[in-house]
């Protein structure tokens, strides 16, 4: 440990800190608006300047080294004035709109500003940029005119994602961020995973929200109303409301919508588990059969259009499984509807997911099983928030209430789908009991748990090691698939999330900010969520789920079955 003194007081700290870091280990947050560890760390913003004795000017307290003997300052008049000033300056070229902007009361600009008793945002009156709005893209809006510079957006797309479709246009005055020659991001190779919208501190990147019309379908009598939730919509809907992280809101949430008014409350879940058996089956055919390995999993939509994209000779290594997403939509608009005696035409699908890509997902062909898209609208987490608030729904005064049947009923397995290795877990339960005949005498596949960029194991089953890999992140999932293509790595069954952490860490999750991400990892305490509800089911392989084996005895047959197959799976392009 490093001894220094910060406002005077005696502070340890482990070497290779940097002055941020001590500080907050003695309880001082120091402000900071670029700095993202690991993914952004440029000391360009100067937000979080200090003052240290022998050093000539103010120190980027995140970048800077501690050293033994050092003594800082947090709090003097010059280093308060200083970042004041940075703030006004930011102001002077920032559209003011903060009463409607949609990250009011949760912007990283606006709480400095008031935690640094900025006085006069018009302090530095003068000319001011007036971008255009893109809204080229399917998932989000850039504005320009709210932007800070920080490059948080950039470094995330490049640094973590591996994409590098963003990046600083011209220079001085009118640098903008943006894409190559002015290109709107639906021109690019943009994925949508929507990174760069959970680490923007401010309204420059949010999804588009199309709330009102979820609303208009509500309201209409003619349409039945039907809502899905993602897995890990329920390990982070909570933050919204100021609950802690890692709380799980599955109930509280299930009884919001029902107040929002949908005609029933199902959950994505149910799909999860239809995924596993239709996936399973796939996988053991694969192998049985000499099919294309490995056999790499389809449910997030961010990474399928990476595929696609960057990895098209590898597309035929895609599971054809629809994402639990778009199997739920189909079987609403098929079996549902056909018990029910609803017109599928009728039926308004909404899902609610912690991902801006699946705002794009909707919209890929193939994606209709009744003639009708199986999706008609995809909200983020963040948009249920608004809908809760904005009707005035108190949503932390809530009992807790249950999905309904049958197409809310889901396994252990399902609920797993929202942190990285959870897919692969949920299928190994099912594709080993599957194999062997036998019950597993534990469901708990433990090495392809956690937070890990890229995971490994083998497991012998029936007399065959099977040699599975988890990524997420598509940095990482770059890696892996470049090791796959190179001969240097070999295996049976890949399981890619196209974000960091998986689910739990998606583009349309409540925003952290940097004060939190920096120091916590949100990853980590989401996903336990789901690992604890799953611990906690009576059932936890897919194929025990009740109203999965009534919907095959019932409609589809076995999994992989003709039916199933004009359902359930998909195409992709190269
Ligand atoms: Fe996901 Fe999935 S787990 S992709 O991360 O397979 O979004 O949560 O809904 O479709 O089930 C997201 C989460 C989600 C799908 C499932």
Known sequence: NITLKINGVEVKAPAGSTILEAARLANIEIPTLCFLKDINEIGACRMCVCEVKGARSLVASCVYPINEGMEVWTNTPKVLDSRKKTLELILSNHHRKCLSCVRSGDCELQKLCKDLKVENEDMYEGEMQDFDIDDSAAHMIRDNNKCILCRRCVAVCANVQGIGVIGANERGFVTNIGSAFEMGLGETSCVSCGQCIAVCPTGALREKDFTDDVFAALADPKKHVLVQTAPAVRAALGEAFGLPIGTNVEGKMAASLRRLGFDKVFDTDFSADLTIMEEAHEFLDRVQNGGVLPLITSCSPGWIKYCEHYFPDMTENLSSCKSPQQMFGAIAKTYYAEKMGIDPKDIVMVSVMPCTAKKF???????????????????????????????????????????????????????????????????????????????????????????????????????????????????????????????????????????????????????????????????????????????????????????????????LGEPGSHKAHEILHTSYVK
């Open 361 to 555: 997902e909707i919209g890929r062909d193939d994606q209709d099983a009744a003639g009708v898209p199986d999706v008609d609208i995809a909200i983020t987490t963040r948009e249920l928030a608004r809908m809760i608030e904005r009707t005035g729904i108190r949503f932390l005064d809530l009992p807790d209430e249950d999905f309904d049947e049958p197409l809310g009923l889901s396994t252990g397995a399902a609920v797993i789908f929202g942190a990285t290795g959870g897919v692969m877990e949920a299928a190994l339960r099912t594709a080993v009991e599957t194999l062997t005949g036998e019950e597993l005498a534990s469901v708990d596949f433990t090495d392809v748990r956690g937070t890990k960029g890229i995971k490994e194991a083998t497991y012998n089953v029936a007399g065959m090691d099977v040699k599975v890999a988890v990524a997420s992140g598509l940095g990482n999932a770059r890696e892996l698939l470049t090791k796959v293509k190179n001969g240097e790595a070999d295996y049976h069954f890949i399981e890619i999330m196209g974000c960091p952490g998986g689910c739990v860490n998606g583009g349309g999750q409540p925003q952290q900010p940097a004060s939190v991400r920096n120091f916590t990892d949100i990853r980590k305490l989401r996903a336990k969520v789901l690992y604890d509800a799953d611990a906690g089911k009576p059932i936890r392989k897919s194929h025990e789920n009740p109203a999965i084996k009534q919907l095959y005895a019932e409609y």
